[in-house]
């Protein structure tokens, strides 16, 4: 699946111990979350995040049914083998005449022709009519033989045996060209193409059922940690319960993935290796959440960086400092290892694990498009990092957007996460936001009031 990895060793997740361990897994640092500079040179957001996209690759096209492509990327050529309308075909409801002897109707003095027949939409077939003659004729009905034009309903007094025509017509008024829209043998659509309602009604209407797209990803997520409880059960003392892998769900989903929960990790390297190794057949990326710090039970780092396929550096960004990135087995999955706490797990998958995802899935634009706002309160930032605060994004009566803090900025807070629709971006080199001054801005969703 992802033909740009490098050449590596392939087969099953290796077991602790073996000798084939690579010393690189154990490069690069983690640092704390905090801020607090590690011991190991800090890693850059674009340097992480180009090593992220140089490394992914891509997934094999798949066919799917119309609705089941929807939101995806076409990657095929389609060609429309007839042409749309496939035949001349009434625009509106009214009469099929000829242009030509309607040459002096007139409100003051209306012409008078005989009808000798209706044409329905949906008719097979159509007898033909000569001069001076009409017939009824509904909207998308195919035009008769030795007509070439069609007076609209409100023009005429709808005479049923004979009709009254108030106004002339030009040839083709009100008549739907056959091959106007596509001719037989057009590109309908091209490969890249975004598949929304007016693209499915185009493929519809050219007879594509089925198109060849570029899939959704499987992205499957793994929370860690023995203090970690599912839902539904209350936490004792000591135990947590777990957000994580709901929170990234929800996140792979709203970035174009299939997600799929497989649930808590206990701090066990056996277990974990073993998990990872089952989900592989099925996961075109793998996200955990936790064990990734400098903790002597971050069973995550300690596990996979002797794999020799998995790198655990520390970012120069807060939140979100310890990052692992890498790929696991035969197809060479990518995983993205996260640390634990909420709002440093949120901010590293939107930097780092979204536009990945859009990578896979074909995207032109990989990342959410920033904007400028003007900060409404003082803010302040570690030197060197590159800082990822909540914001609470609004929209001014002048058009203009201001932002300010939701909250408090612990990691751990989960309340004034929750109360955010926006991440304010401050750079390494910046270390006090004064209000009244611009900041960049990732908006997540604009509050709706």
């Not at 409100?154 to 008549?175: F, K, L, W």
């Not at 709901?246 to 206990?266: E, F, N, Q, T």
């Not at 899935?361 to 990092?385: F, H, N, T, W």
């Not at 605060?389 to 929209?395: F, I, M, N, T, V």
Request: charged share 20%; aromatic share 4%.
């Amino acid at each position: 699946m992802n033909e740009n990895l490098p050449d590596q060793p392939t087969g099953a997740i290796p077991r602790i111990g073996d000798p084939a361990r690579a010393a690189q897994g154990a490069s690069g640092g983690d640092g704390s979350d905090d801020g607090t500079p590690g011991p190991v040179a800090l890693t850059s957001v674009s340097d992480q995040l180009g090593r992220v996209l140089d490394t992914i690759g891509s997934i094999a096209p798949i066919q799917l049914t119309l609705l089941d492509a929807q939101g995806l990327l076409l990657a095929e050529e389609i060609r429309t083998d007839r042409p749309l309308p496939a035949f001349d075909n009434a625009a509106m409801d009214g009469y099929a005449v000829r242009a030509v002897d309607l040459r002096q109707a007139s409100v003051a003095e209306p012409l008078v022709l005989p009808v000798v027949g209706d044409v329905a939409a949906g008719a097979r077939s159509v007898t033909g009519m000569g001069p001076g003659l009409c017939m009824r004729i509904m909207t998308g009905a195919p035009i008769p033989p030795g007509a070439d034009a069609v007076v609209p309903l409100e023009d005429t007094d709808g005479g049923v045996a004979r009709v009254s025509i108030r106004t002339p017509v030009h040839t083709g008024y009100c008549v739907r060209r056959a091959g106007e829209d596509l001719p037989a043998g057009a590109v309908a659509l091209g490969p890249g193409a975004a598949i929304g309602p007016q693209q499915i009604a185009l493929l519809a209407a050219t007879g594509h059922d089925r198109v060849l797209v570029r899939p959704r990803p499987r992205v499957v997520i793994i929370s860690t940690g023995s203090e970690l409880v599912e839902l539904g059960k209350v936490p004792s003392f000591g135990e947590i319960s777990d957000s994580n892998s709901y929170m990234l769900a929800a996140a792979a989903r709203d970035a174009g993935a299939d997600a799929y929960r497989v649930g808590i990790i206990p701090d066990d390297h056996a277990r974990l290796l073993d998990v990872l190794d089952s989900q592989l057949l099925r996961a075109d990326m793998i996200i955990t959440s936790g064990g990734v710090s400098k903790g002597a039970f971050d069973v995550v780092k300690d596990a996979l960086s002797q794999l020799g396929t998995v790198q655990f550096v520390e970012v120069a960004m807060q939140p979100g400092s310890p990052q692992g990135f890498g790929y696991l087995g035969r197809e060479r999955t990518p995983i993205f290892c996260l640390p634990g706490n909420p709002v440093a797990a949120l901010v590293s998958f939107e930097v780092f694990v979204r536009p990945a995802i859009r990578k896979l899935l074909g995207k032109r634009v990989l990342q959410r498009q920033s904007l400028q706002a003007i900060a409404l309160e003082r803010m302040d930032s570690p030197d060197g990092r590159r800082q990822y605060r909540r914001g609470l994004l609004h929209r001014e009566p002048d058009g203009r957007y201001s932002v300010s803090s939701s909250g408090p900025n612990g990691t751990h807070l989960v309340a004034s996460m929750a109360q955010s629709n926006c991440l304010i971006v401050i750079e390494e080199d910046v270390t006090e936001v004064v209000p009244g001054s611009r900041v960049t801005v990732m908006p997540l969703m604009l509050a709706q009031r």
